[in-house]
Nanobody, 125 residues
């Protein structure tokens, strides 16, 4: 069973930065898409960003575009979510997810079957 592991969360002040990492418990093919989504307390899941494995196409939800950057290091089998200029409303548990596909595009990961346990991001002064 493919499992993903997120890391890099923590407590940061508004305006600060964090870099989240997503790695796999087993071999993660370069062509699998990766999505990041988040869930804030008392709220539903929200797609944040995603990256296609075959084309490198990326997507961002409007609230993070220009502040977050998704990237992948295929040599390290790791996908990163660089988060800059963090705001209190970014506080949530962040999850990465994937599916076994060759899709040239990507989705937020909300419907991908393989995901991690999440990492907490708290933005507060």
């Amino acid at each position: 069973q493919l499992q993903l592991v997120e890391s890099g969360g923590g407590l940061v002040q508004p305006g600060g930065s964090l870099r989240l990492s997503c790695s796999a418990s087993e071999f993660l093919p370069d062509h699998y898409p990766i999505g990041w989504f988040r869930q804030a307390p008392g709220k539903g899941r929200e797609g944040v960003s995603c990256i296609s494995g075959t084309t490198g196409v990326t997507q961002y939800t409007d609230s993070v575009r220009g502040r977050f950057t998704i990237s992948r290091d295929n040599a390290k089998k790791t996908v990163y979510l660089q988060m800059n200029n963090l705001k209190p409303e970014d506080t949530a548990v962040y999850y990465c997810a994937t599916e076994r596909s060759w899709s040239p595009s990507c989705r937020w990961g909300l419907t991908y079957p393989y995901r991690g346990q999440g990492t907490q991001v708290t933005v507060s002064s």
